[in-house]
Every structure is written in C-alpha cells, then in structure tokens.
C-alpha cells in the first residue's frame, strides 16, 4: 500500500538507490529480473517517475517475441523501459565485471541496480520497515528472495525479537547471502513452504489464497507473501509459536504477478486466483 506500482519492500529497496543515482548525476537504471519479476515493473515505473531511462535485462531469450502474453513485461515497456533479453546461460554471469564491462560498451553508462534491487542502499531502505508502533512483537515474518528485505528487518529488530524467513525458493544458500548485511543473530530461515520452487505454485496455494482473500479482504501474492502467509499459520497449528506470541506478518507486495501467474494457471488448465484489485 505504500505505493500503487513500486509496491511494498520494492519501494523500501529503490529509495536510497534513486537519491544515490540522482547523485552520481546517472541518466539510465539498468537491472535484471526474470519474466514476471516485480522488481522488473518497479524499477520500470521508478524510473518513469523520477526521470531515469530504464533498461531491464531479462533472463530467457525465448520471451522476446513472447512479450504481449506476459503482463509484467507489457507494463514495464509501457513505462517506457529498454527490455534486452539474454539466454539463462548468459544471465548467470549479471554478476561478472567483464560481463557489466560489456553491457556499458553497449549501453553506454548506467546505474545498476542488482537482480531483486538487493545492496547496501536496498538494505538501508528495508531498515526502515519496523516502526517504533512494532517493537510489541514477539516474531516478526516475512518472506525471502535475494535476501535483502529480511536483512534490513534483523538489522533494526530489537533484540527480544525473532526474525522469521521464508525462503520462496529452495536451496540453503540464502543465509550466507543474509550473513553478508547482518551481524544479529536473532534469525531463523522456515524453508519447507517454497511449494516446489521459485515460481511454483500448486492447487493447495491456490486455494488458500482465494480463502484468506474470502476472510480478511486481503490480497496475497503466489510467488512470496502468499507461501509466507500459508507457512505461518501451518506453524501456529502445529505449535511452533508459544501461546500468547505476537506475531507481525510483513506484506511485501508483488501483487502485479497474479495476472502472469494466472495466465500460467490457465494453460495448465487449473484453477486461478481469483482476487480483484
């Protein structure tokens, strides 16, 4: 809710990295996302917004002629965004400096901004999520990506509290990428609600999304806050949390994916998610 199209933590995540663009006099914000990445559409309408040009390196070549069915990648060219799509192979090296070396002999000078907008600004930003309202609370949630919007949360938690993640990918690399912003130890990584994957989604999440949305009127994303959501409350009936714990549950937004999500659901001949915003 803090912004209708650079939604929840990706707000948190570009704010510092605008004002340090700004400051380097930068004209053109460069990133990488996948095909229905929410970071991609964000850092699309930031940079309408605030006056960048925005280029989005997009991991799949197989989507360039495949651009009109995704609706993501159709918002972020509306924007006005730059989208140059490259092989999976070659996406593994965004990180390489002969890699970035060869995107700036192509694209001239840029500011980058990491795959999921994670760095030390991105963190600076997310540390500003928990407000003086929220120290009451025993457990503080969120759901894990890239990392950076739990870091940011364990770094201005108070000590009583404990931070929970939920990975919405597997593997168990995450907390040596976390290790890399935090010094705190009060964390903890959930790991077994990742549905299969990153992007993977089953009829169970489904349909607990439709019914949290029948209940509380509050929409929940497939690929993140959704598998966070259902993750805690199968712990609280299994007993995880004590009695009497206050439990704070962060919304990171992603909401712009449950049409591209829909449109996977469709193919498969599955039911969709059935929530109107």
Known sequence: MIHPFVSGNKFRKLKYNLLQAKEEN???????????SNHIAA?????????FKTIGIVRGDELRDKIDENPTLVFAQNCGMQLEFISREEYRLKNESAFLENLKK??????????????????????EILTKED??????CCSVGTGGTI???????????????FPALKGDFLKDEIRIFVQNENWELITEYHFGGYGKVNQDLVTFINQFYVENKIPLDPIYTGKMVFGVIDKIQKGYFPAQSKILLIHTG??????????KLKNKQLPIIDIHV
């Not at 850092?43 to 006056?51: C, R, T």
């Not at 000590?159 to 993640?165: F, R, S, V």
């Open 254 to 263: 992603g909401i712009q994916g449950i049409k591209g999500m829909n449109v």
């Open 43 to 51: 850092v699309a309408y930031a940079g309408k917004e605030n006056g």
């Open 151 to 165: 870091s940011g949360i364990i770094n201005s938690a108070l000590p009583n509290q404990k931070i929970l993640g």
């Open 135 to 140: 120290s009451d609370f025993d457990f503080v």
């Open 106 to 127: 192509q694209y001239g000078d840029f500011y980058l901004i990491p795959e999921g907008g994670t760095n030390d600004l991105a963190i600076k930003g997310c540390q």
């Open 26 to 36: 930068q004209e053109t914000l460069l990133t990488f996302g996948g095909a229905f």
